[in-house]
């Protein structure tokens, strides 16, 4: 089992920042990658950015690209995901995600969630 805690969303302007953070605990020396998603009221889950475990190489999705980073602090078992140059588009609960395995489909198959945090950009 991995237990994973996200903190740090909250309510900001529009072209502001937030710094994510989400903590793992458990088998965390089976982690493979990690991965960021949002859920905005009445809309599907989305896939926000991915981060490998072993060498912190990072993908994102192109509606956050350039303005958001993901990193990962080993010392800590931590994942964080920067938020820059806010837009009220951004509104959403914000989950990490964790997968064991290499799964193909890095914006989709991952075993262990967080519960989520919610972020909330004014205009």
């Known amino acids: 089992q991995v237990q994973l805690v996200e903190s740090g969303g909250g309510l900001v302007q529009a072209g502001g920042s937030l710094r994510l953070s989400c903590v793992a605990s458990?088998?965390?020396?089976?982690?493979?990658?990690m991965g960021w998603f949002r859920q905005a009221p009445g809309k599907e889950r989305e896939f926000v950015a991915v981060?490998?475990?072993?060498?912190?190489?990072?993908y994102y999705a192109d509606s956050v690209k350039g303005r958001f980073t993901s990193s990962r602090d080993n010392h800590k078992n931590t994942v964080y995901l920067q938020m820059n140059s806010l837009k009220p588009e951004d509104t959403a609960v914000y989950y990490c995600?964790?997968?064991?395995?290499?799964?193909?489909?890095?914006?989709?198959?991952?075993?262990?969630w967080g519960q989520g945090t919610q972020v909330t950009v004014s205009s």
């Open positions: 981060i490998r475990w072993s060498d912190s190489s990072t």
């Open positions: 458990g088998r965390i020396f089976s982690i493979y990658r």
């Open positions: 995600a964790a997968a064991l395995y290499s799964y193909i489909d890095y914006e989709k198959n991952y075993d262990f």
